[in-house]
């Protein structure tokens, strides 16, 4: 796949995706969403986001009904990328603060002593829109740093 890149855009692709059979599924088990959902549950301002069905549309496709879940109003952001960028900093954190994800959640992260330790961490993440907001958002939540960068606009 990076070569076919590398000859459409004509610059060298640096990739770190393995072969679609060497790939670890056990990260996507019935026990890891539930202990993520447990996690985001734990977010004081997490909420169910809603799905809306497109009436309009699928009746001119001729479907019985399309629904698009509205992440518009997750935690507030007017962003969509709330849930990816938390969890992940969730998980980073308790691997260095010697935390087991299983058993803690958010509230952990409330405490004094635990916000101390995490206001010496700083996230960098590379950004257009609405990953560097969830991610920021997400590094405010934990009380930990953030760079964030962004491409120069053209």
């Not at 169910?48 to 399309?66: A, D, E, F, H, S």
Request: charged share 30%; glycine share 12%.
């Amino acid at each position: 796949m990076a070569k076919k890149l590398e000859e459409e855009y004509g610059t060298k692709v640096l990739m770190n995706v393995p072969e679609v059979d060497q790939v670890d599924l056990s990260a996507f088990s019935e026990g890891k969403a539930k202990e993520t959902r447990r996690f985001h549950e734990s977010i004081p301002a997490y909420n169910r986001t809603p799905l809306v069905q497109l009436r309009g549309l699928g009746g001119k496709l001729g479907v019985k009904g399309i629904f698009v879940k509205n992440e518009a109003e997750r935690f507030g952001m007017k962003a969509f990328k709330g849930l990816g960028g938390t969890y992940a900093m969730f998980r980073i954190l308790c691997r260095e603060l010697g935390l087991d994800p299983g058993k803690v959640d958010f509230s952990e992260f409330q405490k004094a002593d635990v916000r101390e330790k995490t206001a010496k961490y700083t996230f960098v993440t590379a950004t257009d829109g609405n990953h560097g907001k969830g991610v920021s958002w997400a590094s405010g939540l934990f009380g930990a740093m953030l760079t964030s960068i962004c491409r120069k606009a053209p």
